[in-house]
């Protein structure tokens, strides 16, 4: 099969009606490695990059709640920094870049789901770039 690892995709093919935070960027911790009272960052197996997770509501109106909140990865060297707030919105909004998806079978529920990693966190876009992707 031509298709091994993480799947590309676009950001708007995760997140159609958009994503906005709900939680801090936080270093996700490699259970093998890490002992009581050592904490060790995850690496991710392909690129050997730090991988950090933020939470994301998903803005689609059609989910159920429990559907709404995703952990999204980030590999980066360094922690990466959230967008500014935007004033008068509870929530921030944010786009992904160099976005993947890794399907696996949840064994708490046998069911389908979804790993998503990211290289870039940005804010949304708006003006001409946002009209271009628009057209496109």
């Not at 559907?67 to 707030?85: D, E, F, M, N």
């Amino acid at each position: 099969m031509a298709l091994q690892g993480p799947i590309p995709v676009t950001f708007d093919m995760v997140f159609p009606h958009g994503c906005y935070l709900v939680g801090e960027v936080e270093a996700v911790k490699d259970f093998d490695a890490s002992t009581n009272g050592r904490f060790v960052q995850a690496r991710d197996k392909q690129t050997g990059e730090l991988v950090w997770q933020v939470a994301v509501m998903d803005a689609d109106p059609t989910l159920k709640p429990s559907q709404k909140t995703v952990a999204v990865k980030i590999l980066a060297a360094v922690q990466p920094i959230p967008p500014a707030p935007v004033p008068g919105v509870p929530f921030t909004p944010v786009e992904f870049n160099a976005v993947t998806i890794t399907p696996y079978v949840n064994s708490n529920t046998n069911r389908l789901a979804y790993s998503i990693r990211v290289r870039e966190m940005r804010a949304v876009r708006t003006g001409k770039a946002a009209s271009a992707k628009d057209a496109a």
